[in-house]
């Protein structure tokens, strides 16, 4: 039996030098959208500066390091609130895979992805990088759900730091 758990520590290993609440904040495997919009009177948007159906080529492999072929999805967007700092946000998903709901993502405009599509019930985080590029974080992640993957890419300010988060907020729920 391999210990997952291993991995994950050896890969947050990354983001050595970060101050514990903005590592914490990093780390967080709750729902960014519903963390973002915790406090009362959050402002929190969605400004989408590019969605468009396209074929997945080394500009966007620099945001998303994945080997995937194919015309998929993209979508480029900044999350902002009245509390935090804006992050920015990557995401792509092949065509061949976008059936059910997921045919929302098309349609998303100024929606969180999070809220709509990647609920617990459905995909689940299979696979989570991080890097650290001079003051910015990426938490590079893949949501899978049966055949079909969503590659998402967040990146933080190195500064950011959650309110009310701790060890046990920020590892989410335990697998049995």
Same mark, same amino acid.
């Given at each position: 039996?391999?210990?997952?758990?291993?991995?994950?520590?050896?890969? %947050?290993?990354?983001?050595?030098?970060?101050?514990?609440?903005?590592?914490?904040? $990093?780390?967080?495997? &709750?729902?960014? @959208?519903?963390?973002? #919009?915790?406090?009362?009177?959050?402002?929190?948007?969605?400004?989408?500066?590019?969605?468009?159906?396209?074929?997945?080529?080394?500009? $966007?492999?620099? !945001?998303?390091?994945?080997?995937?072929?194919? $015309?998929?999805?993209? *979508?480029?967007?900044?999350?902002?609130?009245?509390?935090?700092?804006?992050?920015?946000?990557?995401?792509? #998903?092949?065509?061949?895979?976008?059936?059910?709901?997921? *045919?929302?993502? =098309?349609?998303?405009?100024?929606?969180?992805?999070? @809220?709509?599509?990647? &609920?617990? =019930?459905?995909?689940?985080? =299979?696979?989570?990088?991080? *890097?650290?590029?001079?003051?910015?974080?990426?938490?590079?992640?893949?949501?899978?759900?049966? !055949?079909?993957? $969503?590659?998402?890419?967040?990146?933080?300010?190195? @500064?950011? %730091?959650?309110?009310?988060?701790?060890?046990? !907020?920020?590892?989410?729920?335990?697998?049995?």
């Amino acid at each position: 039996m391999s210990n997952h758990y291993l991995a994950k520590w050896k890969n %947050e290993k990354k983001l050595s030098g970060l101050s514990v609440k903005t590592k914490l904040s $990093i780390i967080d495997q &709750n729902s960014l @959208t519903n963390r973002l #919009m915790s406090k009362s009177n959050h402002g929190f948007s969605v400004n989408v500066l590019r969605q468009e159906c396209t074929y997945f080529n080394k500009s $966007i492999r620099n !945001n998303l390091p994945y080997n995937i072929k194919g $015309i998929g999805i993209y *979508r480029k967007v900044i999350l902002s609130t009245n509390y935090y700092p804006e992050i920015q946000a990557y995401t792509f #998903m092949l065509i061949k895979h976008i059936s059910g709901k997921e *045919r929302f993502l =098309k349609i998303l405009g100024e929606r969180s992805l999070g @809220t709509y599509i990647l &609920n617990t =019930k459905r995909f689940k985080k =299979k696979d989570t990088m991080y *890097r650290k590029v001079h003051n910015m974080i990426h938490r590079i992640s893949k949501y899978s759900y049966h !055949n079909k993957n $969503i590659y998402l890419n967040e990146i933080f300010p190195d @500064t950011i %730091e959650f309110e009310k988060i701790s060890y046990l !907020n920020a590892r989410g729920k335990f697998v049995k």
